[in-house]
């Protein structure tokens, strides 16, 4: 009387093999295998600059905040972090330093915090210490290669548990593992794992995942990104990003439904958009990008010689830096720069 019983489970210990993972298939013959400098390539942002009126970011088991944020390559960048409509971080940096408005309440004292481009100050708004470049690249829908030195490559290969194609290259004293994702005839960026070699011993930096990959203005960006780095032992911190709207090359915002107002159903609320003044957010002044001083060419002095001409030093052309990527401290007290105020706490 027991027998169909044992004739059932039998046949259940059967079919749990068939619940093993899926394998992909590569999308290339065995010899075909893009080359490493088509994938490279393929991790560099399609876009120079992409504005996220609306995300959510999640640091740990915080309360997930309100994500705003402008990026412009290669290292121009504004974001600001709320919640329930109120200002917790902003953080604005380009080529030349960083301004930083802290009203988290903990970790460092409120303040108005300013320095030169540095790790620190990306940390305390994504709570991962990027390089400012390498946010710029993550946000762009890219991956963060070292940009000094010739990337040497270690390894390729196909990983079908997740459908990449792994790249391993190194950069100086830098290792990464990128992955790319392939649609549409082309590679994408999938996400990637860095470490630093150090007298023969690999230190996990962190690793970053793009995932949900959707088509935005003719490329592929991610609907999430997770970025997980070590705290000591086994301990570890993650990063998400959830992106609701993207608009690369200034696009104009598109009116949020009821439903998208509402908030995810995770319970990650929507606090609001974060207000710039009318579209000015990738406006300069004019075409004075780069202001020159000095006469104008066809101008000289018709009695100037060619030496002296040669002789006349040429002016030093000037950076103006787009006034959004500049945060002002209002009346909050200066702190100084953040790295130094970490150090001594």
Not at 152 to 179: M, N
Not at 219 to 242: C, E, F, H, M, N
Not at 300 to 327: C, G, M, N, R, Y
Request: proline share 9%; glycine share 12%; charged share 20%.
């Amino acid at each position: 009387m027991f027998r169909p019983l044992l004739l059932a489970s039998a046949l259940t210990l059967v079919a749990i093999p068939g619940c093993r993972p899926t394998t992909v298939k590569p999308p290339y013959a065995a010899s075909a295998a893009p080359s490493p400098n088509e994938l490279l390539a393929s991790a560099t942002p399609r876009f120079t600059d992409v504005r996220v009126p609306s995300a959510k970011v999640r640091v740990g088991r915080s309360i997930a905040g309100n994500l705003m944020v402008l990026a412009q390559h290669p290292q121009r960048f504004t974001g600001q972090i709320q919640v329930a409509g109120k200002e917790l971080i902003s953080l604005a940096f380009h080529e030349q330093g960083y301004t930083l408005r802290y009203l988290a309440g903990e970790g460092l004292p409120s303040g108005f915090y300013a320095g030169p481009p540095s790790e620190c100050a990306v940390r305390e708004l994504v709570g991962v210490p990027l390089t400012p470049e390498a946010l710029v690249q993550l946000v762009l829908g890219g991956l963060p290669i070292p940009p000094a030195g010739t990337p040497q490559v270690l390894g390729q290969g196909w990983d079908k548990s997740k459908g990449h194609e792994v790249l391993t290259i190194r950069v100086g004293h830098i290792e990464q593992a990128l992955r790319f994702a392939y649609k549409d005839g082309q590679w994408w960026p999938a996400g990637g794992t860095q470490w630093q070699n150090i007298g023969g011993t690999r230190i996990w930096d962190w690793t970053i995942e793009h995932t949900d990959l959707q088509r935005v203005e003719g490329a592929y960006l991610p609907k999430k990104t997770t970025i997980t780095r070590p705290l000591g032992g086994d301990k570890t911190q993650v990063v998400s990003i959830k992106y609701r709207e993207v608009l690369p090359s200034n696009k104009p915002a598109t009116t949020a439904t009821p439903n998208e107002q509402a908030g995810d159903d995770d319970g990650w609320d929507d606090d609001g958009g974060w207000e710039t003044e009318g579209d000015e957010a990738w406006e300069t002044e004019g075409d004075e990008a780069w202001e020159t001083g000095g006469d104008q060419a066809g101008e000289k002095d018709v009695h100037t010689t060619k030496s002296e001409a040669k002789a006349k030093p040429e002016p030093t052309p000037q950076v103006v830096i787009p006034p959004q990527f500049i945060l002002t401290g209002g009346d909050l007290p200066a702190r100084g720069d953040v790295c130094a105020t970490r150090r001594r706490r």
